[in-house]
């Protein structure tokens, strides 16, 4: 069912009805002669499909291209959110400048004009009118009405996440700093920045509502459940750190199911991404058609060039090096494709500084043929110059093996330490200078390179959070338990798994489980998240156009984004500092 969306200026971007679903094209539907802003609890009442159709359109908005000061070309709220959910963490290397503002957000230089700024404030704020046109429309006691209800309470809590997390401090910084306004009413009045304590306290009770008000989904995972509801309830008690909530919401999702019965099978894994939209693992995802294909304005477009596709954005090496710990992981076979040359021989990428000096300076790679003395030692020559790599262990263990398990090399290059790479040849980007490694994640749904249905939420991460609040109170056990459930199904070997005598050299078992998020959840919007809230610090400091420099998010004034200039400077509510 294809939804039309009506827009209307109006003078702040979410207090009226902006986005209101009508017209569908069905004969009996009393809704479609009435404007969007008319759109009252009274006349929902006179269509059985009233509330239907409004949900409908609010998961149809999330893809929609929308008009944002103008431009609409690829403006979707999705590219945006996954962009500024991701690519100001770790895991991403930005090969060069580009004219999108996922530059600002990848550089910290964001500022309160910029549409993916401005994009996903307006688009959510008018999603979360919408749910609660249907809230203050559907009555609790009407059995035919509980599923909707529910999905109106999911999405509401679901976009106030996403607000909280994009425009305001982390949870773990502090209940009273200033959160995003909450809106839980069609009325417009009140408009301020509620505490991030108020904003969180609403966001789960709502969940708490959905998960108690629906039950199965109405069609694929493109729709909310009981079990999406709870799954992101699982992710918003981490956050607070509630960590017995978080163990307790998990446990009531998977209602006396194994872990591992609840995920893809390792075999069928590598495509998990391209059939998100009915795979039981998907919680909830926002479903895309063949009709929805936004080419090289979709997500995977940066990750991937196959025909079509900028394919600019490649993994870390940091991320590179822990995926190839255990070459076997399908996380990295079946996700990460290394764009090799085809010509014999290994190769050594040096990331080498900037000129200037400058953390701000794009730094760049140097490729070098590597010279191999058959007893583990390696070098390069640059010239007449020699230079040794250093194999250094990490995590306090390592093997300077073939597989580089547990080992990095750096080098001592012209007077700077170093990162290096070994690898077979790869291609690197023309006219840049870094190797090109694509990403599949959001690629290849119906077997087009561009097209995917973006995950919100999977059992995958679900398990995860148990597994990070059984760490963090101290069932060490039990947090090994879930994170050896995922490696097992990412086909990491028997000697790859964890256990309270062998954590491998990690120094402790939260350490074991961020990184096993790291490795799991990469590129799905979790690890800058996971990076701020925790309050460690991320290494930057390998070769893009990204700053190289470790960002520590206790005094990075930038980890949170500006309030849109059309909001502030309306409805008078207060920008964040530094902007």
Sequence with gaps: MKTNIVNKTLRTLYILPLYIVMAFGFSSCNLDTFPSDELNSDLLLQDAKGAEYI?????????????????????????????????????????????????????????????????????????????????????????????????????????????????????????????????????????????????????????????????????????????????????????????????????EALNGAAPASKLEPTVTFPDYFKNAKTSAETLFCVAHEASDDRGQSSIGSMYLKDGIGWGEVYPSDLLMYLYERYPSDVRYTGFIMPQFSGRTGKRVYVTVPATDGSPEEPHI???????????????????????????????GEGKADPSGEYVMYYVNYKGQECLCRINNDVTLRPSFTIPMVFVNKFSYQDGNPMLSSPVLCRWGEVILNRAEAYARSGQDSKALDDVNVIRDRAGIPAEGMFSTGNLHGYDNVTDVVMDERRLELAFEGHRHFDMCRTKQKMDRRYAGAQPFKIVDPTTESHIIYPIPNNEWTVSGIQQNPGY
């Excluded at 963490?89 to 600002?104: G, V, W």
């Excluded at 140097?366 to 040794?388: E, H, M, W």
Aim: hydrophobic residues 35%; aromatic residues 12%; proline residues 3%.
């Design 55 to 251: 949900m409908d359109g609010c998961y149809a908005i999330l893809k929609d291209e929308v008009e944002f000061l103008g431009y609409a070309s690829g403006n979707t709220y999705i590219r945006h959110y996954f962009q500024l959910s991701e690519y100001p963490a770790d895991n991403i290397c930005l090969s060069a400048h580009t004219t999108d503002p996922l530059y600002e957000a990848t550089a910290y230089c964001c500022n309160d004009g910029l549409k993916n700024v401005g994009t996903p404030w307006m688009v959510a704020y008018k999603a979360i009118y919408m749910c609660n046109t249907v809230i203050s429309t559907l009555k609790e006691d009407d059995a035919s009405s509980k599923q909707l209800l529910g999905e109106a309470y999911f999405m509401r809590g679901l976009l106030h996440l996403h607000m909280v997390t994009l425009y305001a401090q982390p949870y773990s910084f502090g209940r009273d700093n200033l959160g995003v306004p909450l809106r839980i009413s069609t009325s417009s009045e009140g408009i301020k920045r509620n505490s991030v304590g108020e904003v969180y306290d609403q966001i789960a009770a709502d969940l708490r509502k959905a998960a108690d008000l629906m039950g199965k989904s109405r069609g694929n995972a493109g729709y909310p459940c009981k079990d999406a509801a709870l799954g992101v309830l699982s992710r918003v008690y981490l956050y607070m750190e509630k960590y017995d909530e978080c163990i307790a919401t998990v446990d």
């Design 365 to 395: 790679k140097a490729r070098y043929d590597l010279i191999d003395d058959g007893a583990g030692n390696y070098s390069f020559k640059d010239g007449a110059t020699v230079y040794n790599i250093e194999a250094r262990k990490i995590n």
